[in-house]
């Protein structure tokens, strides 16, 4: 155990951390209002540091309209009243560390709300002293937008001003204006606001959107996306968003000059890390290698690969591969769920009845691959994505792609933490913000507590068997061919140590022979699951595990 401490609290902490993401709107509210605030998630520490994690991770709870929740920052610097202030964040902060915990924060940098004080001064004129802080372009002549871009959350990407007589440019809603990274003053200024949560202590960043902060400076048009064999199943006729090759609206090069800035900062500061996330569709993992490689730029980086419907040994396989092949010296880190996709137990089970079975592989799988690995709370009591109705809805993207698309509220509801108390121990104010489903109640914490055989305990255990096993840390991973078997199956190595891991993700039973080399294969108790071996075969039920030193 000293030695595991004494790795988690050097420069390389981060190196095959278990991360843990609190959505502070919904995680525990203590002022009767229905949402979740900064004392809450203090309220709840000694739960999170119960589960084996190394850290975790604050959605924005910075000033903002909350036009979408708090990605919309009209200060970086402050604390949202809806959440508390900034000495909640402070004694947050040293409670988190008493209890071995590192934490870390949304930098929402790409853009901003329009109600910050540098928009609302950019768009009084074109002459003002914040006037090229954002992205503006002149109309064409017939009055259109200056190029064909478009915002992830519909329609065009630019907006007009009556003032300037000018189109901004945005991402995301019309009052997330996206600021122009290729002034020198703007990367100033947000790396002053980065290095404000460095001084109160924050051990790291996680970087929303963080290939959106530049654009092309010749606007050029984003041509039409051709899907291949190797990007089908990737289109969409929900989002027009994604008939285009993103090739000039984001992924700049110029982006690596900033990401060193930024690195540079943080090394100034000792056992920081930044983990970016990476959304640039099938060009995702070479981004993050760009951006991870040569310790210079990004600690580490996430990808959507792994959050979309897959949950097969061949999906999984190939995505790890890649990124193995693509990735020399850099780090990743991997979640099936976050605050933006529907939850994994709903995209990977087949059946009802086979959710708690799905929730318990999913994790094991995670913990066993290379790399860093986000949770998103929840998720370790087996949550399902929960229904909502319109009328319940708060997020803009779900209420305007509605109901081909029904957004991102059904991963968003509150956690659920007693199942006698109402809305299920997250508030007293009568209402949340959203409704707790009663199935998710009925899977609270204090039940799970009590259950041997709970997803909640499947969880502590794998996590601790994570630790336990030093390869599993930060060791090489190889795979091991399975001879046309539906199979993932891989080595995880490091210092002498060498662990074979077999999953059958499928929902037949499956047999894998034991390679010549490996006949003398130990097998070892992994939580939740026990597959027979005979003569060399190792007997894998349906969504089944099996781990053996070899």
Not at 155 to 170: A, N, T
Request: with cysteine; aromatic share 12%.
């Amino acid at each position: 155990m000293a030695a595991e401490t004494a790795k988690r609290d050097d420069a390389n902490w981060w190196r095959g951390a278990v991360i843990y993401q609190v959505y502070p709107r919904s995680f525990q509210d203590t002022n009767g209002d229905g949402i979740g605030d900064i004392k809450g998630i203090t309220q709840r520490l000694p739960y999170i540091a119960s589960l084996g994690v190394d850290a975790i991770w604050l959605s924005p709870f910075f000033t903002s309209p909350m036009a979408d929740m708090g990605y919309d920052v009209s200060n970086y610097c402050d604390v949202d009243p809806m959440f508390g202030t900034l000495a909640d964040f402070d004694a947050m902060m040293t409670e988190a560390h008493r209890l071995g915990l590192k934490v870390i924060i949304d930098q929402v940098i790409s853009h901003t709300s329009d109600k910050h004080p540098w928009f609302v001064e950019s768009r009084t004129s074109r002459t003002n002293s914040k006037a090229d802080w954002y992205v503006w372009a002149d109309p064409k002549p017939d009055g259109t937008a200056p190029n064909n871009w478009l915002s992830i959350f519909g329609g065009p990407g630019w907006e007009w001003d009556g003032v300037r007589k000018q189109y901004y440019m945005h991402n995301f809603l019309i009052s997330q204006p996206d600021l122009n990274f290729h002034n020198p003053e703007v990367q100033t200024a947000v790396l002053d606001a980065v290095r404000f949560w460095l001084d109160r202590g924050v051990d790291g960043f996680r970087l929303d959107t963080v290939n959106y902060y530049f654009h092309d400076k010749q606007l050029r048009d984003n041509p039409p996306i051709v899907y291949d064999a190797e990007t089908a199943g990737l289109e969409s006729d929900t989002n027009p968003y994604s008939m285009q090759n993103h090739l000039y609206d984001k992924s700049q090069p110029e982006n690596i000059d900033f990401l060193k800035r930024l690195r540079a900062l943080m090394d100034s500061y000792p056992n920081r890390t930044t983990v970016g996330e990476v959304g640039d569709g099938p060009r995702s993992l070479t981004t993050l290698a760009i951006y991870t490689s040569g310790n210079d730029k990004l600690h580490m980086c996430y990808t959507f690969d792994l959050l979309g419907p897959a949950f097969s040994a061949g999906f999984i396989r190939r995505v790890v591969s890649t990124f193995q092949d693509t990735v020399v010296n850099g780090w990743v880190c991997w979640a099936f769920s976050n605050h933006d996709v529907v939850r994994h137990v709903t995209r990977f089970a087949h059946t009802a009845e086979e959710r708690e079975r799905v929730a318990k592989l999913s994790i094991s799988v995670l913990a066993t691959l290379r790399g860093s690995i986000c949770l998103y709370q929840g998720e370790e009591l087996g949550l399902t994505e929960a229904e909502l109705s319109f009328e319940d809805l708060t997020d803009p993207y779900g209420i305007r792609f509605w109901p081909a698309f029904k957004g991102r509220d059904g991963c968003r509801t509150p956690m659920a933490w007693e199942v006698q108390k109402p809305d299920a121990g997250f508030t007293e104010a009568g209402r949340s913000w959203l409704p707790v489903p009663p199935e998710h109640a009925a899977a609270s914490v204090d039940v799970q507590e009590l259950d041997q055989e709970s997803v909640l305990r499947h969880y502590r255990e794998t996590l601790g068997f994570r630790k336990a096993h030093p390869p599993l840390f930060d060791g090489d991973l190889t795979f091991v061919d399975t001879h046309n078997h539906d199979l993932l199956a891989f080595i995880r190595e490091k210092e002498g140590e060498r662990l074979l891991f077999v999953f059958n993700l499928t929902r037949e039973p499956q047999d894998f022979a034991l390679p010549t080399t490996m006949r003398s294969c130990l097998p070892i108790p992994m939580p939740g699951f026990a597959p027979a071996v005979d003569s060399g075969v190792v007997k894998l039920m349906a969504l089944d595990a099996f781990c053996g030193r070899v």
